[in-house]
């Protein structure tokens, strides 16, 4: 059998981190990375603020054990004025969390579904967690877009 090489590596990695992944991947995906299960976390001061032609929805979610809250932002896109916004959307998140930051974040970058500016560690891959590069949310934000969608804000 052929050794598996940086080369391969790096060919598998690129193929993973070139497509924008939706919220609803995102969702999909959770499980796979982050393997406890928890009741929704409760989302506080939801804003949504709708520009046309995108849209950003911003929160506090709190922590699971209660006393904290972590700020959480969603922008999602369309092409018309007409069209709702869904599951499906292009769309960018982040979160503040340290899970987000060591878990998501990067591969979030790559696909280019990373909200706001990224920092210099959104930029490095982490060595050691999430290493099948899965662009998915932490559980703040996967709380926020159920709540979201459970609003009818974001469509299913
Ligand atoms: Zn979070």
């Avoid at 932002?73 to 987000?100: D, G, L, N, W």
């Amino acid at each position: 059998m052929r050794r598996f090489t940086f080369k391969d590596f790096y060919e598998r990695s690129k193929s993973l981190l070139t497509e924008k992944v939706t919220l609803s991947n995102m969702i999909n995906d959770f499980k796979k990375l982050f393997k406890h299960s928890f009741t929704d976390l409760a989302v506080g001061y939801s804003k949504e603020k709708n520009q046309g032609l995108s849209m950003i929805c911003t929160a506090q979610v709190e922590s699971e054990k209660g006393g904290k809250s972590y700020s959480v932002s969603v922008q999602m896109h369309r092409k018309t004025q007409e069209e709702p916004y869904t599951i499906k959307s292009p769309c960018e998140v982040k979160c503040s969390c340290k899970a987000f930051q060591y878990y998501t974040s990067y591969q979030l970058y790559a696909n280019k579904n990373l909200y706001g500016k990224p920092s210099r560690w959104n930029k490095t891959p982490n060595q050691e967690r999430n290493t099948k590069n899965i662009p998915t949310v932490c559980k703040h934000l996967y709380s926020y877009i159920r709540y979201l969608v459970q609003k009818g804000v974001i469509r299913q």
